[in-house]
């Protein structure tokens, strides 16, 4: 597997984390399972990072500043990250801090340019 490949697995593992998340909590599903709202977006999501022509220069679909998604998905998908975001360092921290050193390096770079 190649490095945009990883890249792209671990963006997709990321969000389907926060959306399963997301969706216990807040739609009380079962642990593990989504609702067929949250079903879609966790398709459409992964649809979009395995489609998205900017993988190789950027960390996470959440520090883009192209935004691929639709308006309405869009705004699906920053409820369920300001939902998640914060939580994550509870339910898989090592996830969480890895995706906060990646976005801090991804915004230092960008005001490098």
Partial sequence: MDK???KREAEKKLVTEMIML???DCHHTEI????PECEELAAYAQQRSDHCPFMENKTFCSNCTVHCYTPQM???IRTVMRYSGPRMIFHH???AVKHLICSK???KRMEKQ
Avoid: D
């Fill in 4 to 6: 945009i490949q990883q």
């Fill in 22 to 24: 997301y969706c216990h």
């Fill in 32 to 35: 593990g399972k989504l609702c």
């Fill in 74 to 76: 869009w705004e699906k």
């Fill in 93 to 95: 921290p090592c996830m």
């Fill in 105 to 107: 390096t991804e915004k």
